[in-house]
């Protein structure tokens, strides 16, 4: 990952996304020493994974009654 001034990150924006989406860089954006942001590539997909992990898991039997349980449990406060 590459480090980049706040003010260097602005003015080249677009030159900074086709650097992250066309050659999967990433960058630690970086205001008066400090980082405050890191700029980098939206990983793959995930959602069809974790669904394949989920499917493999045996469904609790307890788990709506659990639920229910503590949602009986609650307490909503009244704000003003």
Known sequence: MHDISA???AR???D???AVEHRGEGFAIVRRGKTV???SPVGEGRGKRV???LAELTPDPAWD???A???AALILEERP
Do not use: N, P, Q, Y
Request: proline share 0%; aromatic share 4%.
């Open 65 to 67: 009654s659990d639920l």
């Open 7 to 9: 003010t260097e990150a």
């Open 12 to 14: 080249h924006f677009s």
């Open 69 to 71: 349980d503590l949602r």
């Open 37 to 39: 942001a890191h700029l």
């Open 51 to 53: 669904k394949a992990l």
């Open 16 to 18: 900074l996304l086709d």
